[in-house]
């Protein structure tokens, strides 16, 4: 049976939102996705629709070499699952795709967090709550609190995830390039 790496990625984006949960959380990661690559050309997870307004937030496909993650510093986790996880994930996830105008941002959820009370609404995440979501509905990682409660910070504390990177995510990006390439140049004898 195969196995298939799956990436945690958490970021610190520096936005004004980012900085006003920062001052709560005193964490330096406060928003968590999920990838189905290195690449991290597959990234999925709950939060702006918009890039001018935070306020407005659903379920994302994630371009993270544009906008806030431009300069944003990260931590990349990597997992491995069997092939019929990774197929559950997908199955997933593709729910969230063909329906991503029903869902919502869990902005109350938040508040739910801050006073350590879960509040779970009807197709309504906030990043982290999504991500674990998708751990769990998938029997891969299963939590002692409720998913309406996990924060990056739990994430980032879960023992079988592996540390690939830590440092600007551009940075993490334009290596990931250049290996690729470097890997891909044929071979010219001088």
């Known amino acids: ?19 006003l949960i920062k001052l709560y959380t005193k964490k330096p990661y406060n928003h968590s996705s999920i990838a189905f690559d290195s690449d991290l050309s597959e990234v ?21 070499t544009a906008g806030l993650f431009k300069q944003a510093d990260c931590a990349i986790y990597s997992f491995t699952v069997t092939e019929v996880q990774f197929q559950r994930m997908n199955h997933y996830l593709q729910t969230f ?3 991503k105008h029903v869902y919502r941002y869990n902005f109350i959820g938040l508040f739910g967090v801050i006073f350590n009370k879960p509040i779970t609404r009807t197709k309504a995440f906030f990043c982290s709550q999504f991500v674990a979501s998708i751990l769990e509905e998938c029997d891969i ?23 690939v990177y830590e440092g600007k995510l551009m940075d993490y990006h334009n290596q990931h390039k250049t290996k690729k390439f470097r890997i891909q140049l044929p071979f010219i004898p001088v």
């Open 1 to 19: 049976m195969s196995e298939k790496n799956v990436f945690i990625l958490l970021t610190n984006t520096d936005s004004v939102l980012t900085k």
């Open 44 to 64: 999925y997870s709950f939060g702006r629709k918009t890039a001018r307004n935070p306020f407005i937030g659903g379920f994302v496909k994630e371009d993270v």
């Open 97 to 99: 795709k063909t329906q």
């Open 141 to 163: 990682l299963h939590f002692e609190k409720p998913l309406s409660l996990i924060t990056p910070a739990d994430l980032q504390e879960v023992c079988t995830f592996q540390l």
